[in-house]
């Protein structure tokens, strides 16, 4: 068990956290959420012990192992595979000593040990999370050096999983995860034996693999149980009862103080005057988070242009002469909201960079409408922001006919305040120097944005606010992102990159979650192969009953999960004495939604064995 007593803790005078207390179960998943620079990353910090507190006490039990990424993997000779099994310190030094141990008593008790921490199964588990993660065999037998700095993170993500410690802390995984890892890394987290704590903005993670949220608010720890939506709900409703309760107040408060301003001052009046000033200061209002105000994007709204604004006919385009995606043959128009689906490297930021025309077609053409401007976010590109240059600075560079005044209207209009806007570059967050980014991409009104993961630095709160400006905006948008929320709310066209090809996805977002979860990215059977194999009339009868099962399946468990998220919906289910039958009622909603995965990604399996074996 996790305790948090009555902790403090402030940076450079200014106080982070305030006599903050929690406590996090054993065994239990608890998403860590709150607006950026809050303090999440520094509560982490604290846990670890990095950090000393100034008040308050942080405790776990004796002897349990803490663990979480904190860098990269290093750019060494060694393996991946080798680099993940060398993070399980216990397996690593007991083998090294069976190379040297010569006393039968102590040969007998390394051999005992390694059979309990299950050591000779510990290959094939490191491969199956390497693999989760997006290692294929190949890949997991290159050395660590081979990889850039963002694969290796993922290395180092592979690795704290696989040692598997009591206490896992994860601070936004996904922000260097593809779709398919960032799913794969849902249902481990589901099923991971020991106590997680996540940080992450990521809705649908927060939905799915977690069983509590931690808020970390107004210097403050709250705990709400079941999963994101649920405390979204809750917070909601207990923010208006709050807040109709303030309007009760300050109405009434309004109504002594006319009788106050009316009487205060006439003999006969004065003393129920006097009575009345302190009945309004006995009126509290209910304490309520200090909201700041919803940092709100703010698109500048481009011209019309004639259709098509992108057109491909035949294109290729690649590296060094050598095509990652062929016979590309596409259309673009104003008002298309495209989602770039596809597995991490198949070319989904090489065909950005082509629509964008930061490469060049190999072969055939692609013509843009004349007078097109495109906007251009990407994540490398808040690598290269001016370190010693504040936002204003930058500004004035880029906008040197503007005023300081029209400067810091831009800059507010991305959620940068007065005293971020003078603050240079290196000390920005991720999430300032994404609004940063952001603002230079649409800076000349683009016709289209190409945003390729723009969410990885946003708190949930800008993450809505960036769905609300693109929805209003008047331009094309094309977007790559593992933020499966974000694509479900923008995007009206899908289309897939696989296999050196660009093709529209007709079905839904759903059904490509599923596909993946199945392990199944659509890849076409071989035809002739299909055709030699063909499956007799018995076999193809014992696939459908096979897919009639699997859909009833799906049936009876998308009925529990409705039954009990309107369980779940009950305010009165979180009623102080109704804690522990709130758990229970969780924790089967949690164990339904797991199985309901399974069943829905055997269910796909299903449908595609009967549709091959059908032709």
Known sequence: MLRIDDISYAVEGRPLIEHASAMIPDGHKVGLVGRNGTGKTTLFRLIRGELSLETGEISVPKGARIGGVAQEAPATPASLIDTVLAADTERAALLAETETAHDAHRIAEIQTRLTDIDAWSAEARAASILHGLGFDTEAQARPCADFSGGWRMRVALAAVLFSQPDLLLLDEPTNYLDLEGALWLEGYLARYPHSVIIVSHDRDLLNRAVTGILHLEDRKLTYYSGPYDTFAATRAARLAAAEAENRKSEARRAHLQTFVDRFRYKANKAKQAQSRIKMIERIKLISTPQEAALRRFSFPAPEELSPPVVNMEGAAVGYDGKPVLTRLTLRIDQDDRIALLGRNGEGKSTLSKLIAGELQPLAGQIMRTPKLRIGYFAQHQMDVLRGEETPLDTLRRLRPGEGPTKWRARLSGFGLNADQAETIGARLSGGQKA????????????????????????????????VEALTAYSGAVVLVSHDMHLLSMVADRLWLVQGGQVTPFEDDLDAYRKMLLAGDTAQKPDKQKAKAEKPGRDEIVTLRAELRKCESRVEKLDGMRNRLAKKLADPALYEPERIGEMEVWQKKYAEVMEGLDRAEALWIAAQGKLDAAQG
């Open 435 to 466: 609004r940063l980014t952001l603002l230079l991409a649409t800076l000349d009104a683009p016709h289209m944005l190409i945003l390729d993961e723009p969410t990885n630095h946003l708190d949930i709160e800008s993450r809505e606010a960036l």
